[in-house]
């Protein structure tokens, strides 16, 4: 019984995955439909404190310019992927001045604060990588992949529990996560992918690819010992600015077309 726990895990580590749309391999042990019903839930719990604060979408010039660029970045999206045409996309300024901080949930559910805006002075060009970067964390399934990522963890550790003869001698949660964590995509592998979707995203909805690498440039000034919160769930390695840089020549044909740039309506 405990021999069939373990390897019953192992096939369910086998079956359950999926492609990103750069073609890598992913964990899915949970579900895109439950990742996007659960991030539902989370966008409406995490809005609602700050909407009794007023703190949200109360300052309508700045909501037209966020909304306006959001339009023609999801528009690309749904091109890229049009099932997502039927996600309830949305997106949310936060009134914020001190975080500094964007991010899309499953399902489309998006929102950036305005500390990203005021302090790291984003242009609407640096404010369309943002956005596109997130955008592609949702397009990539990646919140569910992390949410697979932790449940295999967690399922991980009970089975090799079970599995040894000798509990004395079981690994710890913590050994079972290292080993998992050297086999799974990592939050590394994530932040490139989605630089590399956002990128186009972004080129394709007609802003210029050349605003990755100053948004990187000011986002690394930003804070000083103190690094902004996106920073920190957003870790870029230390090559990131190259990567982005050499990504450019490739956007450049997509942003420089005369092809009519479309929104979809939000």
Same mark, same amino acid.
């Given at each position: 019984?405990?021999?069939?726990?373990?390897?019953?895990?192992?096939?369910?580590?086998?079956?359950?995955?999926?492609?990103?749309?750069?073609?890598?391999?992913?964990?899915?042990?949970?579900?895109?439909?439950?990742?996007?019903?659960?991030?539902?839930?989370?966008?409406?719990?995490?809005?609602?404190?700050?909407?009794?604060?007023?703190?949200?979408?109360?300052?309508?010039?700045?909501?037209?310019?966020?909304?306006?660029?959001? @339009?023609?970045?999801?528009?690309?999206?749904?091109?890229? +992927?049009? &099932?997502?045409?039927? !996600? *309830?996309?949305?997106? =949310? $300024?936060?009134?914020?001045?001190?975080?500094?901080?964007?991010?899309?949930?499953?399902?489309?559910?998006?929102?950036?604060?305005?500390?990203?805006?005021?302090?790291?002075?984003?242009?609407?060009?640096?404010?369309?990588?943002?956005?596109?970067?997130?955008?592609?964390?949702?397009?990539?399934?990646?919140?569910?992949?992390?949410?697979?990522?932790?449940?295999?963890?967690?399922?991980?550790?009970?089975?090799?529990?079970?599995?040894?003869?000798?509990?004395?001698?079981?690994?710890?949660?913590?050994?079972?996560?290292?080993?998992?964590?050297?086999?799974?995509?990592?939050?590394?592998?994530?932040?490139?992918?989605?630089?590399?979707?956002?990128? @186009?995203?972004?080129?394709?909805?007609?802003?210029?690819? +050349?605003? &990755?690498?100053?948004? !990187? *440039?000011?986002?690394? =000034? $930003?804070?000083?010992?103190?690094?902004?919160?996106?920073?920190?769930?957003?870790?870029?390695?230390?090559?990131?600015?190259?990567?982005?840089?050499?990504?450019?020549?490739?956007?450049?044909?997509?942003?420089?077309?005369?092809?009519?740039?479309?929104?979809?309506?939000?």
């Amino acid at each position: 019984m405990k021999r069939f726990t373990l390897l019953a895990l192992i096939s369910l580590l086998l079956i359950a995955c999926a492609t990103s749309p750069t073609g890598r391999r992913q964990l899915m042990l949970v579900s895109e439909e439950s990742a996007i019903s659960a991030s539902k839930e989370a966008y409406a719990q995490t809005l609602k404190p700050l909407s009794e604060e007023g703190k949200v979408d109360n300052d309508p010039v700045l909501k037209k310019r966020v909304t306006q660029i959001t @339009e023609r970045l999801v528009a690309q999206a749904v091109q890229m +992927r049009p &099932a997502t045409a039927q !996600w *309830e996309w949305s997106i =949310k $300024v936060i009134d914020d001045p001190e975080v500094v901080n964007a991010w899309c949930m499953a399902g489309g559910k998006m929102a950036i604060y305005t500390g990203l805006i005021e302090k790291v002075q984003t242009t609407d060009d640096e404010i369309a990588q943002v956005m596109g970067h997130e955008i592609a964390h949702a397009l990539a399934n990646h919140q569910a992949e992390k949410m697979s990522v932790s449940l295999a963890t967690s399922a991980g550790v009970a089975a090799v529990g079970i599995a040894s003869d000798r509990p004395g001698l079981a690994m710890s949660g913590a050994a079972v996560a290292a080993m998992l964590a050297i086999k799974l995509p990592n939050s590394r592998t994530a932040e490139t992918e989605a630089d590399r979707i956002g990128i @186009e995203l972004a080129a394709k909805a007609g802003y210029d690819p +050349r605003a &990755a690498v100053t948004l !990187w *440039e000011k986002m690394g =000034k $930003v804070g000083g010992s103190n690094p902004p919160q996106f920073l920190s769930t957003h870790p870029a390695p230390y090559n990131r600015k190259q990567t982005l840089e050499a990504l450019v020549p490739e956007m450049m044909p997509y942003y420089e077309s005369k092809q009519p740039r479309p929104i979809f309506k939000l």
